[in-house]
């Protein structure tokens, strides 16, 4: 018999009845590290105060009204992430899928609007993940995300990653936009190096394309900037936003310039709950909490430490882990025996980590994670890896 919960995922037999920061308190009482933060949603860790206050303030005030209405929060969200990136317009999601199913559309949109309706195809990349609606498992092109879904939604170029002259000779007058992640975050951890991602926007230039950056799960301070293309200094036309923007209650974004945006008008697209009172609630107090200077750079400094530890970890346990990668705090472990026995593990010393692509585990903790909380981290890790050896 089929159970009540679709049994779509292979759930560690684990549950949590409450967290703190950094901390997951089980309904046995154990009390777990946490360094997958939801899959890098709790960018601000559990319960905290201010986003609580946030929360309760509002939901005692207004919970929803739909986008019949003028929503103030929603502006207020908005404007700030206009002022702070490329961006000259804002759309409010529930998620990273909605957000890509929207930067798909403006993308092909744009080019009817131009008088260029053959113009549709999304080139995108191998390893890649974009979400699980029709177009983004058609964009991410895995066998795992598309068998026994087919016939995919067409449109979608997938080319292997890293090849930068299949690149440059797949671009032809059907190309509508370039859909990467700066870095990749199921597939294994990949930062795009940064002449890529340059080559990518004199690329999109040349043949008149848009770029469209995926900054759902590096995004929002996670690798010690507020989006993570800032590093590289290039500029997307259209970037999805998620996960961390609302630190756990479900809000995401599409951010795009004047021009990308201008097809969309009024009934071109939608979504009841995407951007009502309770999501821009919170998300302006994560913003707020976030796009802050002094936060950034303490993010780099405790990823400059977090990284330090985690290197000498490996040297000490060379036959459990082979070599760490990422940026700030989206890091990720490559390991040498399989890294579902590596996560499983952690779970017997109390510790949470999260696995991906290419045999690798991602270390993803909340952004305010403690150098106490980090030496922790590092000791659990050593355990485990002890108990593997």
């Given at each position: 018999?089929?159970?009540?919960?679709?049994?779509?995922?292979?759930?560690?037999?684990?549950?949590?009845?409450?967290?703190?920061?950094?901390?997951?308190?089980?309904?046995?009482?154990?009390?777990?590290?946490?360094?997958?933060?939801?899959?890098?949603?709790?960018?601000?860790?559990?319960?905290?105060?201010?986003?609580?206050?946030?929360?309760?303030?509002?939901?005692?005030?207004?919970?929803?009204?739909?986008?019949?209405?003028?929503?103030?929060?929603?502006?207020?969200?908005?404007?700030?992430?206009?002022?702070?990136?490329?961006?000259?317009?804002?759309?409010?999601?529930?998620?990273?899928?909605?957000?890509?199913?929207?930067?798909?559309?403006?993308?092909?949109?744009?080019?009817?609007?131009?008088?260029?309706?053959?113009?549709?195809?999304?080139?995108?990349?191998?390893?890649?993940?974009?979400g699980r609606?029709?177009?983004?498992?058609?964009?991410?092109?895995?066998?795992?995300?598309?068998?026994?879904?087919?016939?995919?939604?067409?449109?979608?170029?997938?080319?292997?990653?890293?090849?930068?002259?299949?690149?440059?000779?797949?671009?032809?007058?059907?190309?509508?936009?370039?859909?990467?992640?700066?870095?990749?975050?199921?597939?294994?951890?990949?930062?795009?190096?940064?002449?890529?991602?340059?080559?990518?926007?004199?690329?999109?230039?040349?043949?008149?394309?848009?770029?469209?950056?995926?900054?759902?799960?590096?995004?929002?301070?996670?690798?010690g900037r507020?989006?993570?293309?800032?590093?590289?200094?290039?500029?997307?036309?259209?970037?999805?936003?998620?996960?961390?923007?609302?630190?756990?209650?479900?809000?995401?974004?599409?951010?795009?310039?004047?021009?990308?945006?201008?097809?969309?008008?009024?009934?071109?697209?939608?979504?009841?709950?995407?951007?009502?009172?309770?999501?821009?609630?919170?998300?302006?107090?994560?913003?707020?909490?976030?796009?802050?200077?002094?936060?950034?750079?303490?993010?780099n400094r405790?990823?400059?430490?977090?990284?330090?530890?985690?290197?000498?970890?490996?040297?000490?346990?060379?036959?459990?882990?082979?070599?760490?990668?990422?940026?700030?705090?989206?890091?990720?472990?490559?390991?040498?025996?399989?890294?579902?026995?590596?996560?499983?593990?952690?779970?017997?010393?109390?510790?949470?980590?999260?696995?991906?692509?290419?045999?690798?585990?991602?270390?993803?903790?909340?952004?305010?994670?403690?150098?106490?909380?980090?030496?922790?981290?590092?000791?659990?890790?050593?355990?485990?890896?002890?108990?593997?050896?």
């Amino acid at each position: 018999m089929i159970e009540s919960v679709l049994p779509t995922y292979a759930r560690i037999p684990l549950s949590f009845e409450r967290g703190e920061g950094s901390w997951l308190i089980a309904t046995d009482g154990q009390r777990f590290l946490d360094l997958g933060s939801g899959v890098a949603v709790n960018a601000l860790g559990h319960a905290h105060p201010e986003l609580v206050k946030a929360l309760t303030d509002q939901a005692q005030a207004l919970w929803h009204t739909s986008n019949v209405y003028e929503i103030p929060q929603q502006k207020m969200l908005a404007d700030k992430f206009v002022d702070a990136t490329f961006a000259d317009t804002v759309f409010f999601t529930n998620s990273g899928t909605e957000a890509c199913e929207l930067a798909v559309k403006m993308a092909r949109k744009y080019f009817f609007d131009q008088g260029q309706p053959e113009r549709v195809e999304i080139i995108t990349f191998s390893g890649a993940f974009h979400g699980r609606s029709s177009a983004a498992i058609a964009a991410s092109a895995s066998e795992k995300m598309i068998k026994g879904f087919g016939p995919l939604l067409p449109g979608f170029r997938n080319l292997a990653w890293g090849d930068f002259e299949l690149l440059k000779s797949s671009l032809d007058d059907r190309t509508a936009a370039i859909l990467v992640e700066p870095i990749q975050g199921e597939g294994g951890i990949n930062p795009l190096p940064d002449q890529y991602l340059k080559g990518m926007r004199q690329l999109c230039d040349k043949h008149g394309a848009l770029l469209i950056l995926d900054e759902v799960q590096c995004g929002m301070g996670r690798t010690g900037r507020l989006f993570a293309h800032e590093w590289v200094g290039v500029l997307p036309d259209i970037m999805m936003v998620a996960k961390g923007i609302g630190c756990g209650f479900p809000l995401g974004a599409v951010l795009a310039t004047e021009t990308a945006a201008s097809g969309m008008t009024a009934g071109t697209h939608g979504s009841t709950y995407g951007g009502n009172p309770l999501a821009c609630a919170v998300g302006n107090k994560v913003f707020d909490l976030i796009a802050n200077n002094n936060f950034l750079s303490d993010v780099n400094r405790k990823a400059g430490y977090f990284r330090q530890r985690l290197e000498a970890l490996i040297a000490r346990h060379s036959a459990v882990f082979e070599s760490v990668r990422g940026m700030g705090l989206m890091l990720g472990i490559k390991c040498a025996i399989k890294n579902v026995d590596v996560v499983n593990a952690g779970i017997e010393h109390q510790i949470a980590t999260l696995l991906a692509s290419d045999n690798v585990i991602r270390i993803l903790p909340p952004l305010n994670i403690s150098g106490d909380e980090i030496d922790e981290a590092i000791s659990r890790l050593d355990a485990a890896a002890v108990s593997l050896s």
